[in-house]
Structure formats: C-alpha cells, structure tokens
C-alpha cells in the first residue's frame, strides 16, 4: 500500500465538496463515503444512506479510513513519463433547482503524468472541432432533455487546463479521481420559451467521480460529488457521467494502488 497522501490546504480553497461524495454496497450494509474529516482522511458512514457536515464520529457508526495516492497504468506497467489521452464519452448535466437537463457528448485531450495525475487541455465536439469559451466558441452541442428547447443547448469549458488526482479510499478497492489546484469552470445555455439562459457553474476542489478498471480503459461512474455552484447557488449542478465514459491512451489505461 502506498503511502498516506496529506492534501495541502492552500491547494484546495474553494473545492471542498460539502455533502456525499460517492457511494457503494460493501457486505450488506450500505457504506457512504463522505467528505474529508481530516487532512488525508475521509468518513465512512455504515448503515447510512447519506452524510452530512453535523453528523458527528460520536454516534458510533462513523470510521476513518485513509485516503491514499493510486496511480496510472498503461498497458499493465506505470506511467514513467507524460503520455498523451484521449477521454471521450456522455455527460448529463443538470441544474436541480429549475430541473433543466441536457446530454452532451465530447471528446477530451490532456495527459496522465507518473504516479495519480492528470490534466485535460482541450475538449472538442465530436466532429474534432475546439468548442472554445462563450461568446466566441461554438461549445458542445447538447441534446435537452427538459425545461430547455430541442436542438439549442450548448456546453462550454472555462478554465482549462483542469487538474484531478487519483486516489484510492479506503480498503474496499474504490477509486476517485479529484479535482485539484483549480475548481472546473462550465457554462451552458439554451432557449427556454425564445429566450437565451445562461447558468455558470463551478465545480470546486476535491470534488470527485469513482473510476472503474474496464476492458478498454478507465470508466468515469456516476455523479461527480459535491454538487457544482451554478449561477451563486450552492450545490445545485450535477454532472452524471452516462456509461461509456473511457480514458484511453495508446495501451489500456488502468488504476492501481500496488
């Protein structure tokens, strides 16, 4: 097991996520990992199914586990220097204030680094295009799914480069990727009765999505937790990355904690 990684505070001042970050069914009781109690630990709550700040260590069902560097893989072996990826997949974007929902599909160029890092430089349509910054890009064209009209929504990046870290948490094998250094920005808009919206959103630091071993790479799962801010509004933007969300490289990226 690799050693504990102690997260650097001035490294992570508007990202901590707030509520639950991720959650799975370990023996039969439900396990919720929460967010960190401590400089490098992490909450797991039992027999819960969900966490909050006030929750106290004292009622008896809380533990710490440690949160630990995990690291990069391609082709089985580690990552020695930079090398090139590719992520491409679906993401539902999602204000669960005003129910707006829209699925955006994208492709994303960065490099993983030795060790647990990872940095995404540019992110592109599907056609190869750079989607850009709003007004000037062209973004992401998304499908809408609610609230917003059929064929108008678009999705941008803000603040690339975006930073995230691989960690391992706990015993149970469960690994996360975390954004680091910079919160993620992202606008998007669309036409809601004629008129153009706009919701701006920040994912802070330490936000955080599980990331699974599969066949053809590493797969982002589920909702990236806590919440984003969108438009001043804590904790009301959620990314869920729909199934096929790979990592790939020019071998078959993996993740590993030995």
């Given amino acids: 097991m690799r050693k504990l990684h102690v997260v650097v505070l001035t490294l992570v001042v508007a990202f901590s996520f707030g509520a639950v970050v991720a959650s799975t069914a370990m023996a039969e009781e439900a396990t919720v990992l929460c967010v960190p109690w401590l400089n490098g630990l992490w909450m797991l709550r039992t027999n819960a199914t969900t966490c909050a700040e006030e929750l106290a260590a004292s009622d008896g069902n809380w533990e710490l586990t440690e949160m630990l560097l995990a690291f990069w893989l391609v082709g089985g072996e580690p990552v020695l220097s930079e090398l090139l990826v590719l992520a491409e997949g679906e993401i539902r974007v999602k204000n669960i204030s005003n129910s707006a929902e829209i699925d955006c599909s994208f492709h994303a160029e960065g490099s993983i680094w030795p060790e647990s890092l990872l940095e995404i430089t540019e992110v592109l349509d599907l056609l190869g295009t750079t989607v850009g910054k709003l007004p000037a890009g062209p973004g992401i064209l998304c499908t809408s799914l609610t609230i917003c009209e059929t064929g108008d929504a678009r999705a941008f990046p803000e603040n690339l480069p975006w930073h995230f870290e691989l960690e391992l948490v706990g015993a149970g094998g469960l690994y996360f990727l975390l954004i680091t250094l910079n919160a993620v920005l992202y606008e998007f808009t669309c036409l809601v009765?004629?008129?153009?919206?706009?919701?701006?959103?920040?994912?802070?630091?330490?936000?955080?999505?599980?990331?699974?071993?599969?066949?053809?790479?590493?797969?982002?799962?589920?909702?990236?937790?806590?919440?984003?801010?969108?438009?001043?509004?804590?904790?009301?933007?959620?990314?869920?990355?729909?199934?096929?969300?790979?990592?790939?490289?020019?071998?078959?990226?993996?993740?590993?904690s030995e």
Avoid at 225 to 232: F, K, V, Y
Avoid at 238 to 255: K, Q
């Fill in 193 to 256: 009765l004629g008129i153009e919206i706009t919701e701006s959103c920040e994912a802070p630091v330490e936000s955080a999505a599980e990331q699974l071993n599969v066949a053809a790479g590493v797969e982002a799962m589920g909702v990236l937790l806590p919440l984003a801010n969108c438009n001043g509004v804590s904790e009301v933007g959620e990314n869920e990355g729909l199934a096929g969300n790979i990592l790939l490289s020019e071998g078959v990226v993996s993740v590993s």
